[in-house]
DNA sequence: TCTACTCGCAA
DNA sequence: GTACGTGCGAGTAGA
């Protein structure tokens, strides 16, 4: 059956603008407004499914209203110049949905459908009108029916002419127009009758039916003050009504059957929300969210004429066969300086001594992408790479760390560069991974380095914009040399006393298997939860306490509440802790031992959402320690030489400290500065009574509450830390809040001012963006308003100690030291000392530590050493 | 072989 | 009432 559907693209447009937050795509464009309205014609399109379609839009601002009544629509706001912008894009999108759009001189979007919405009743054909006007609710018939979106874009009226019979009392949609007459209407500037409003109009309405009818019996209403305005206000009435009547005999020029929807494909729609970064339409869309240039880069494959003595500025890149640049072998590398660019190969990097001297001399600035995995090949090639003074990946992370980075590609296309192929199109992934033939690769990493080079501007001058340069100049790039030296010399790992543990643990494991087995009475894969689940809860009908998505829950928590239930129970705890100790590692481990009897582990800089680092193959960051047994793992974490010790330097309370210089409460201040126990002193506070008084069950749920606060848990999350109710939960933080009053007013203020600026940020200004603060879905927004009043505080700490290691590292040039910088796990840091610096060093790095940034309250540093990192407790 | 899921370690 | 800090990695299971 046909169908038409005709938008008023203006009043449409509007009701988007407003019911969607301001969103900007990476040009600045705005396009909430757009969006809202690609969501309708999603909606629209999908549930109605017209055969005919058009989006009418007003001209201009004067219409033949205006001669009628210069006044029309006058006092009305203009339009927000940030929707101004988006109506343009609105009209190419609703091009690249292939409907028609039209517009006509001194009309309104609501004449020509009127017009349209006539021609198509005389048809018979079904029609549908979306606005977020009342004033087309006239047009309603039996054929025609006017969506009205009440607020938001979703909410929809269907004005029927049942509909507005209920809603106006019994009037027909025709009578729309006389009670407009009758009483006005602000928006538009309409005047009306003054003191009649919708109640005495529609009285008035049912009686006489039309203002003329009103009129025509004047001298039947009995005398009052409302006779007075009417007889006072007649022409007013009629021109009122005049003026809301909507034109169905305009001068269009389209005629329904040009309306007709096609089939066109998606191409320019694709088009369309790449430019506005429509990332989840696309997907929706299967299409990729890639944009793509498939501009060519010219090159030179050798540097026989390049001009070293004569070049300032360079961007550098190698390109490697693995994203391991520890180990990888190194396929190309590259360089862009005055307008051209040069790929040579690895043997060409090797020999050419000029070249070696030119990146060690320091006069040339040096720009890169993933300067730590520079200067680390550099050393691996013997290269003292001098003078990186910029790192686009870095920057990236700066600029915005919830934006993927994952190659050359994903940051340079935040920049408009899109000639830069992404590393899965050129390398394959999983299996069919492979290195392409020399001429497509040289090619990419022209690309690539070329890429690097224009990007770089424009990354310094966001930077500048948003004070964020030093973060990268005095923070992120010397950190990154720190970090390269750090996973370049590794750490000492003792082989022999993993293997140890490991036959050791392989008895005890094995023995733990056969009890299991022979409490549930047959063979089944312990590891896996699906088969252990229907052990417990269906063999031996245990409670079932917890389901996950997919079956019974088996996790910690639910074994520990049926540890009386079955001495199974007891036995698979055990395996879980052990098996988790030999297969991640024990075993792990051992994989990542080298020759050298060395792990290197590769800190990852750009990932961490707070500003936090991370730490891969492996991760060094998680290493046991709570439990005995696991904490022996540390055992095989040795010097690399006699007569050295690890030596463990970690923050105390480091967070907590930011907290209490961020919102300034004395009591948490006093507390610091008199170095109380925090968790005590918190005890004391939420609970209200004296130290004496604290009890360890007091300092446990205390501690948890901290804990709670920086990490950013719910109440949700506190309650099952603490094995609690949420509600019980809740109170717990609200007391705690109340404890800590200019807390509470830091959480409040921080949450209002994410919401006012769209992100938080650290001491250091390193930001986070926080977009769901103001989503009305519960989860995200509860997120994001988490999310910013933890990241000041984590993301501070995570600066602090940055900061500490640049300073440690700046330190350390003027110093003898024989010491070495091995681990950082987010509050400390690992070294390996000579026992006869011991005695320098300590104050030396507890100083530089203590001292790194001043807070209004003291940093304190707690230090310890012994023979391997188990002993440096 | 890839991906989704569960589980558990650390700060 | 909702669904409920991060990041890394091992292991299972299903397509």
Redesign the pocket.
Known sequence: MEKLVLIDGNSLSFRAFFALPLLTNKAGVYTNAIYGFTMILDKIIKEEEPTHFMVAFDAGKTTFRNKMYSEYKGGREKTPDELRSQLQYIRQLVESYHIKHYELENYEADDIIGTLSKQADEKNLKTIIITGDRDLTQLASENVTIYYTKKGVTDIDHYTPEFISEKYDGLEPKQIIEMKGLMGDKSDNIPGVPGIGEKTAIKLLKQYDTVDGVYNNIDELKQSKMKEKLIDNEDNAKLSKELATINRDSPIEVTIDDLKLTDNGDEEKIKLFKTLEFKQLLDQMDASTEASDDRIIEYQDHLNDFDFANIKEAAIHFETNENNYLKADILGFAIHANDKTYVISLEELEQNKDLHAWLENGNVKFSAYDSKKTIILCERLGIKVENIQFDTMLASYILDPSRTIDDVYSVVSEFGIYYVPNDESIYG????LHVPEREVLFECIAKKVTAIFETKEKMVELLKERAQLSLHDDLELPLARVLAEMEYIGITVDKDTLVEMQEDLKVRIDKLIEQIHNHAGSEF?I?????LGVVLFEDLKLPIIKK???GY????DVLEQLRNEHPIIEDILVY??LA?LQ??YI??LQKMITSEGKIHTRF?QT???TGRL??????L???????EE?RKIRKAFRPSKENHVIFAA?YSQIELRVLADITGDEHMKEAFTANEDIHTTTAMRVFNVEKEEVTSNMRRQAKAVNFGIV????D??LSQSLGIT?KAAKKFIDDYLDSFPKVKEYMDTIVQDAKQKGYVETLLHRRRYTPDITNRN??LRS?AERTAMNTPIQGSAADIIKLAMVQFSNKMKEKEFKAKLLLQ????LIFEVPKDELETFKPFVEDIMDNALELSVPLSVESSYGETWYDAK
């Open positions: 992934k999983g299996k069919k894969n590891n896996s939860p699906k088969q996950t998505k997919t829950s088996t996790a910690v879980r802790q988790k297969s991640t075993e792990g990852n990932l961490a959402q991370s730490s891969i193959e492996p991760n960051q998680n290493i046991p320690i709570r439990l696991g970690d990490y950013g848990i719910s949700y999350g949420r519960f989860n997120f796990v987010h509050d400390e």
